[in-house]
Structure formats: C-alpha cells, structure tokens
T-cell receptor
Framework: GQQLNQSPQSMFIQEGEDVSMNCTSSSIFNTWLWYKQEPGEGPVLLIALYKAGELTSNGRLTAQFGITRKDSFLNISASIPSDVGIYFCAGQKGVYNTDKLIFGTGTRLQVFP | ETGVTQSPTHLIKTRGQQVTLRCSSQSGHNTVSWYQQALGQGPQFIFQYYREEENGRGNFPPRFSGLQFPNYSSELNVNALELDDSALYLC???????????FGPGTRLTVT
C-alpha cells in the first residue's frame, strides 16, 4: 500500500539537542497528523494540522503543514529520554474521515543521556 | 474517560485458520478504523466503521471483514490466514468521522 516518505529513517541524538524530521508525498493532502509510537503500544496522536502553512505547537513539539500541501515537518526542542520512540506522519486528502489515513514509514528516535 | 481497548493482546494461529479480534472504542466515539502494521512499517488502513456500517476500505482482500455493534465496539475477522497476515492489528476510534483518531495498544497476530 501507499506510504508517505519520512526522513531521516532514524536519529541518534544526545539529550538536550533539538530534532527535526519531515514527511513528503507526491500527492496533495488536506490534513497532516503526527503520531508517536512506543514499543508494544499503539500510536499516540501528537499534533493535527488542517491548513497549508499552519504551525502548531504541543509543548516542546512544533509541527508545520507545508505550503505545497505535499509535506509536513516536526520539530522537538530540548529532547529528553522519554522522547524515544517512532514518529509517524499521516496524511489524509479529505477533511472528514471519508478517505483513508495514509501513514509514513516512520522516524526512529533514540536519545542518549 | 476510557481509552481504546483491544483483545486479545497476543495470538498465535496456524495458516488457514480464522481469527476474530476485538476493539472497544473510546467513550463517546462512534467511528472505528482498523489498521495492519507489519514489522518496521507504518500502519496500513484496512477499513472503517461508522454507526455500524462500513465507511471505506483499503487494499485488503475480502477475507478481511468486520463488524460494528450498537455500542460502537468492533470486530475484525480474518479468514484463511496466511503467513503474511502476521502483524500488529490496531484499532482507532474517533468521533463522527473526525480525523483525530485515538489508537488502542493493538493485537499482535502471529501466523505459523
């Protein structure tokens, strides 16, 4: 099935560093969501974006909906050990849940103390 | 407020068998979506149920079927299991087809 491209595939950083990751598509999306998944658990919703150019924060996390509507970015500031996990972007072409949510390939984040 | 719950947590089946996975949606949510997540990949949409009716389906064969009950809980049934069906099956609920979906912990299915 179709998946969005996420980069980098994995990151190994030191506690306190800032993190940037992105998600790209060949198609236009009208909604972007960012999820975090920890081992043995389902994805947890972090941020939802509904408008091109929109910049939304959730604590140390900031996400942006790309102007072209074909990409999205997630930044984590001052990383801490509990930020470890796999971060997935997900895009949807509709506004309501009438079309399937397409997930990215994931960015695995490791934070060292 | 109760979150999304799934049962069982783990399951081992033999090729050719049938399996039923269960999901209880978050309190107040009437939309349930099912996803298959293979190891090292993102979730893949299987189908969605809204008010007891199927409301969209991904690229999965008919041997993947589902059901939603009046209390909005849901089942995923897979017939004639194949080795490639081994995966984490995730259920997500939302309110009135909104895109902000909340996931359960998943059921890990192993087919031998």
């Amino acid at each position: 099935g179709q998946q969005l491209n996420q980069s980098p595939q994995s990151m190994f950083i030191q506690e306190g560093e800032d993190v940037s990751m992105n998600c790209t598509s060949s198609s236009i999306f009208n909604t972007w969501l960012w999820y975090k998944q920890e081992p043995g658990e389902g994805p947890v919703l972090l941020i939802a974006l509904y408008k091109a150019g929109e910049l939304t924060s959730n604590g140390r996390l900031t996400a942006q909906f790309g102007i072209t509507r074909k990409d999205s970015f997630l930044n984590i500031s001052a990383s801490i050990p509990s930020d470890v996990g796999i971060y997935f972007c997900a895009g949807q072409k509709g506004v309501y849940n009438t079309d399937k949510l397409i997930f990215g390939t994931g960015t695995r984040l490791q934070v060292f103390p | 407020e109760t979150g999304v719950t799934q049962s069982p947590t783990h399951l081992i089946k033999t090729r050719g068998q049938q399996v039923t996975l269960r999901c209880s949606s978050q309190s107040g949510h009437n939309t349930v979506s099912w996803y298959q997540q293979a190891l090292g990949q993102g979730p893949q949409f299987i189908f969605q149920y809204y008010r007891e009716e199927e409301n969209g389906r991904g690229n999965f064969p008919p041997r993947f079927s589902g059901l939603q009950f009046p209390n909005y809980s849901s089942e995923l049934n897979v017939n004639a299991l194949e080795l490639d069906d081994s995966a984490l099956y995730l259920c997500a609920s939302s309110l009135d087809l909104l895109l902000e979906q909340y996931f359960g912990p998943g059921t890990r299915l192993t087919v031998t």
